[in-house]
């Protein structure tokens, strides 16, 4: 019996399924675990939040491009708040706008941040891949991708319980950017995780769905393992490249 011959899961076992997927979500990468128990350095934790600012600010922009592949009113409209959520309705509001506030807690100033010159290769090209996944899907199998938010509410607690003890030179003002993230993403998620148990009837759509998470936490750890290279192992981007070319130099 092939995978599409097999009955399709009902609402209850496919959100199961889709939710046991977040063995996989970043908070258990090694980088994370560091700075949820207090062992980054404020180098470390710049940078991540340096290259996490990329993610932030790519954000309203594959929201645009689900919204611009969107046939349906009530859809786009949820669409265009959370891009608002993001981008802030006037200046000096926002998600976008709560990062670079945390950036200047950490010793980042907004030019620095702005600039994207401490943006890692690897982090681009995965932030890039989820954007341009976003523009060539179905407006749906882009709103699954951002089924990663199921996972996300317990990261959002622990930063803001364990950073103003672990990361006491951060303001704790400055982390305003998770408690909203715990206000809006219940309901950013309710809408994505409707959108995926309606849509994906088939036991070789749902199959497909489970792709899409899984590529979206792809993403995510993928960031992830850049960031471990390139601030805990030492070995920033080219840093191999360079060191051969200073051996033949001398």
Not at 135 to 152: D, G, H, N, T, V
Request: hydrophobic residues 45%; aromatic residues 10%; neutral net charge.
């Amino acid at each position: 019996m092939g995978e599409s011959d097999l009955a399709p899961w009902d609402r209850g076992e496919f959100e199961r399924q889709l939710r046991a997927l977040g063995e996989r979500y970043h908070s258990a990468h090694p980088y994370h675990v560091m700075m949820n128990e207090g062992r980054l350095t404020p180098t470390q934790l710049r940078g991540w939040v340096a290259n996490r600012f990329y993610y932030q600010v790519n954000l309203p922009l594959k929201d645009a491009a689900v919204l611009a592949n969107c046939s349906e009113m009530a859809v786009r409209r949820r669409l265009v708040q959370r891009m608002v959520n993001q981008d802030g309705a006037a200046q000096g509001v926002g998600g976008i706008e709560a990062w670079l506030k945390l950036g200047e807690a950490c010793g980042l100033s907004r030019e620095e941040m702005l600039s994207m010159r401490d943006v890692l290769p690897g982090v681009r090209f995965a932030v890039d891949a989820y954007v341009n996944f976003a523009r060539r899907a179905p407006w749906q199998e882009a709103m699954c991708a951002s089924l990663s938010e199921l996972f996300a509410s317990s990261i959002h607690q622990q930063r803001l319980a364990n950073w103003p003890r672990l990361y006491p030179w951060v303001k704790a003002d400055a982390l305003e950017y998770f408690r909203e993230r715990l206000h809006q993403g219940p309901s950013d998620v309710s809408h994505a995780l409707e959108i995926a148990l309606d849509y994906f009837k088939t036991r070789a759509e749902q199959e497909r769905a489970l792709g899409i998470l899984a590529f979206k936490l792809d993403v995510l750890w993928t960031m992830a393992d850049a960031m471990y290279l390139a601030y805990l192992v030492n070995m920033p981007p080219y840093s191999v490249v360079r060191k051969r070319e200073g051996q033949s130099a001398t």
